[in-house]
């Protein structure tokens, strides 16, 4: 496991990275002209983004960006 010290505005700008790519993903997961193999690609990185998310991330910011959605995606 790798350590990491940020200070507040470097965890800010690390949130604000995030959230902007996970809400891409969200957007383009709605997308029907995009092929199911890439969609499940973008899952699995929605995921590993999420799980960095959190560890940034306060819970109630954490609260709205909860993959359930992605489940039950096809």
Do not use: H, T
Request: aromatic letters at 6%.
């Amino acid at each position: 496991m790798i350590g990491m010290l940020v200070n507040d505005i470097e965890q800010k700008e690390i949130q604000y990275l995030i959230k902007r790519e996970l809400e891409e993903l969200l957007l383009d997961l709605e997308d029907n002209r995009i092929d199911q193999m890439v969609k499940r690609a973008m899952k699995e990185r929605y995921k590993l983004l999420f799980q960095l998310f959190r560890r940034v991330a306060s819970e109630k910011e954490c609260m709205k960006y909860i993959p359930r959605k992605i489940e039950n995606q096809s």
